[in-house]
């Protein structure tokens, strides 16, 4: 889904802008992600947003211990125990709202996306290695 962007009321560069990204509601506390795509460094990457006590996050789909696609079901990345992010390949597990890595063998903390829930829609925020793809 293409959508315009939404020049940030800060100023920023045209680099770094506000993507609209998904109707609030669509985003439940502790449930499925929100899938998108971004363009990462050069190549095309899926990303998600998830809800975790209230604050919304967004982070590359990509496991620090080996580059590659975390959730073990689509859109599905809380443990059974809905605290946690794991990663359905080698079980290593993140923290929903930081992204750092608190066991399993990650090797460092998820990428993260900086995101805005303004209760309406969440928005996420291109940035000089992190841009929307257009088709």
Do not use: K
């Not at 006590?53 to 599905?76: F, I, K, T």
């Not at 079980?91 to 608190?102: I, K, M, N, T």
């Amino acid at each position: 889904m293409s959508m315009p962007s939404i020049p940030s009321p800060h100023g920023d560069s045209l680099q770094e802008q506000w993507h609209p990204l998904c109707r609030s509601a669509d985003l439940r506390d502790g449930g499925e992600a929100v899938p998108f795509d971004v363009r990462w460094r050069g190549h095309v990457c899926r990303a998600f947003a998830i809800r975790f006590r209230g604050q919304v996050r967004a982070y590359l789909n990509r496991c620090s211990h080996v580059a590659m696609e975390m959730d073990w079901q689509p859109n599905r990345f809380f443990d059974v125990t809905g605290q946690l992010l794991v990663c359905g390949a080698h079980g290593a597990l993140f923290d929903p709202l930081s992204g750092r890595c608190v066991g399993g063998p990650g090797r460092g903390p998820l990428v993260a996306i900086e995101v805005r829930d303004d209760g309406v829609m969440v928005h996420w925020r291109s940035q000089y290695d992190l841009q929307p793809v257009v088709f």
